[in-house]
């Protein structure tokens, strides 16, 4: 690596030495070393796939097609692969561990940060490892849902008689509030913000970086590509966060 490349992670590992509250916000830039396929991009999922076919009203419409397309999203989305925590991951886990780290906040539904450890994890978008119902909110493992619907049960029902969704937030909805909220609040009172491995093209988590920047915390974006946070970055980093954030915590 550069010497431009070890000076930045000098000076993230220093920050993150010295403050207080810390706070990382991720992208599918931290899950694709896991076998994930990121959604925006030149070969993302939407580009491939029309979003209207997972839009909330094709579900309030036509629940069967949904489930059966959702069916064939979820087999393009793992294939064979279990997806496991991957060295980013399990880098912001330890960084937690080690008090060097408050929370993550996630825009990924895979729900690997709890798998490789970390225990605040704020899901901006849900999670795709649970289902709940539609009508009384009851949540179950993701699998089972997911079994049923392959077996021919479209779309699958609660108990209660509702239609289980997706636990993640669908096009047309908005985010979950107290999630949202909490997220504003870690970015406010944050002394380092990392925006790792994400675009930041995406509202309203890509304002996050912004307010954290307005706080006057020390705002970190690691990423391949360029972001429009960048300007109000005070360190920014084009390489892969399973190579950063290792080398972070090594230093720390």
Known sequence: MSEAYDDAVDAITGALRDADTAVALTGAGVSTASGIPSFRGEDGIWERRDPTDFHRRRLDADPEGFWRDRLELRA??????????????????????????DAVVTQNVDGLHDAAGSERVVELHGTNRRVRCDDCGDRLPADAAFERAADGDLPPRCPCGGIYRPDVVLFGESLPDVAMSEAQRL??????????????????????????????????????????????????????????????????
């Not at 009172?189 to 995406?202: E, I, Q, T």
Request: proline fraction near 7%.
């Open 76 to 101: 393009e989305f793992f294939g064979d692969v279990d997806p496991t925590p991957n060295a980013a991951h399990l880098a912001l886990a330890e960084l937690e561990s080690r008090g060097h780290l």
């Open 187 to 252: 970015a406010r009172d944050s002394d380092v913000f990392l925006a790792v491995g994400s675009s930041l093209s995406v509202r309203p988590a890509s304002l996050l970086p912004k307010i954290a920047a307005d706080a006057e915390a020390t705002l970190v974006v690691v990423n391949f590509e360029e972001t429009p946070r960048d300007s109000a970055a005070d360190h920014v980093i084009r390489a892969d966060v399973t190579d950063v954030l290792p080398a972070v915590v090594d230093r720390l």
